[in-house]
């Protein structure tokens, strides 16, 4: 791509990636908190691997589905207009960037189940209790716990399929406002009479890029409150990375379902030399377990599953809340 174009291509595309902050390339990594049940956490602990799954199995109905298809739909209508022929020169320049984007949606569409997702909260240094709605919603009703995660030792890796960015949260009405905004934007660019059929593609795969990655790391508003940061599993990046061969499944509920079982410790090329012990800054029991009896229960298992050191990061929630299930 020539450097006039390239030039373009960040001017327009830098500050939306740049939207979706990527923990990774930032100075400032805050502490992130994983909270599950019990029974999860003893198995991520003994078997030193975190479960990826699939958006499309996740809680919020309007994951990924829904942003994909509110892109395509937005997209369609608009590069259908006259006006947009008409700028591009007409239909045969027109249909360049229309197939090529049509293209991704699809390969997306028939890919789905090979994204993968692992969610963490963003937590505070000195809270030692977590949030009453993360362990009603997540960390077993009170019952389970949380891993807190210092990502501080671990390095970039510019080639990795594996993204760490924020979620970011509107209402919807707001994020088909953003769309709109976001494709009809793109579209103007793409009028340049400059660039080639190539171009145009290379165009349609970055604006494609950024909605996909809207709809990875945008949620309803009502779920603000959980501060959300996601790791992210992107098959179309570096297809030919390590990560790929853990994916795997589980049955839930008698259901098959997709997962990504990726061990703690490097599993890509570079100079990475972080270890699980690295990454746990301090794991929080949930307010159920507040007492002598439960503390030296979980020390025992701690013990049990070798990770003696690791008795000193156990804190228990003092929040006064009692599982009434």
Known sequence: MEVAVLEKFVKQYGPLFDGFRNLMTSADRPLLAHYTTFQTLEAVLSKEEFWFSCPLFMNDHEEMSFGMNLGRYVFNKLVGDQNFVEACGGKARADVYRNQMNNLFDAVDQ???????????EHDADNDDGLLSMWRGYGGNGAGAALIIDPTCLPFNEASPLIVAKVNYMATNEREEWVVKTVRDAMEFAKDPSFDDEILKQHAEKLFEVLLLAALLTKHRGFEEEREWRVIYLPYRNPGSPVKEHIGYTLVSEKVEPKLKLPIRPIEEGPETWKFDDLVKKIILGPTHNSAIAMNSAC???????????VS???ASSIPYRNKR
């Open 300 to 310: 025992k298992m701690l013990t049990a599953l070798k990770k003696d050191a690791w």
């Open 111 to 121: 890919s789905a189940l090979d994204f993968f997702v692992l969610c963490f909260a």
């Open 313 to 315: 990061k156990l804190v």
